[in-house]
């Protein structure tokens, strides 16, 4: 079930963001025309995955900014905390595209995989400039893996959103 909520950040960076950034989580991380944020409820090595309207793959083996990503990029890939990873489009890059982009949460390497007892919750939080326009959260109760496709039949599925 996916659930829209409000978004949290409550750990300050230090050094201070710059004006291209916002902290997440006591990181900086790149906004720009579009940020898609990615957190997780515990430490482990979760992935973003974003699909964008030319069904280009973002993710940690496909960072960017290039033609395969259509000009996104990764900027932060957490792997042992529980998050922030983000894909943005920064202002002195190309404008996204436009069209419906799909966000999922791929668990890559967890001490316990995601299960009834021990659960995952991924926040996916998607913001145009500094103003977030939608979140998603998703309790995982099993271990989904995917990087090959980001669409409504993953198992990984977080949500879509349309650019602009």
């Given at each position: 079930?996916?659930?829209?909520?409000?978004?949290?950040?409550?750990?300050?960076?230090?050094?201070?963001?710059?004006?291209?950034?916002?902290?997440?989580?006591?990181?900086?991380?790149?906004?720009?025309?579009?940020?898609?944020?990615?957190?997780?409820?515990?430490?482990?090595?979760?992935?973003?995955?974003?699909?964008?309207?030319?069904?280009?793959?973002?993710?940690?083996?496909?960072?960017?900014?290039?033609?395969?990503?259509?000009?996104?990029?990764?900027?932060?890939?957490?792997?042992?905390?529980?998050?922030?990873?983000?894909?943005?489009?920064?202002?002195?890059?190309?404008?996204?595209?436009?069209?419906?982009y799909n966000t999922c949460f791929s668990q890559y390497s967890f001490n316990i995989a995601?299960?009834?007892?021990?659960?995952?919750?991924?926040?996916?939080?998607?913001?145009?400039?500094?103003?977030?326009?939608?979140?998603?959260?998703?309790?995982?109760?099993?271990?989904?893996?995917?990087?090959?496709?980001?669409?409504?039949?993953?198992?990984?599925?977080?949500g879509s959103f349309t650019y602009p």
């Open positions: 079930m996916v659930k829209l909520i409000g978004f949290s950040l409550d750990i300050p960076c230090s050094p201070a963001c710059t004006s291209q950034q916002t902290c997440v989580k006591g990181v900086c991380v790149g906004i720009g025309y579009l940020s898609i944020t990615l957190t997780w409820s515990r430490a482990g090595d979760g992935d973003i995955v974003v699909a964008t309207p030319n069904n280009r793959i973002i993710y940690y083996q496909n960072k960017g900014p290039s033609s395969s990503t259509d000009q996104g990029q990764l900027d932060v890939d957490d792997l042992t905390g529980t998050g922030p990873e983000n894909v943005f489009w920064t202002r002195s890059s190309t404008v996204p595209p436009t069209g419906l995601a299960n009834s007892t021990y659960p995952i919750t991924a926040t996916i939080k998607i913001s145009r400039g500094t103003n977030t326009t939608l979140t998603f959260q998703k309790t995982f109760t099993s271990n989904n893996r995917g990087y090959s496709a980001c669409n409504s039949n993953s198992t990984t599925f977080m």
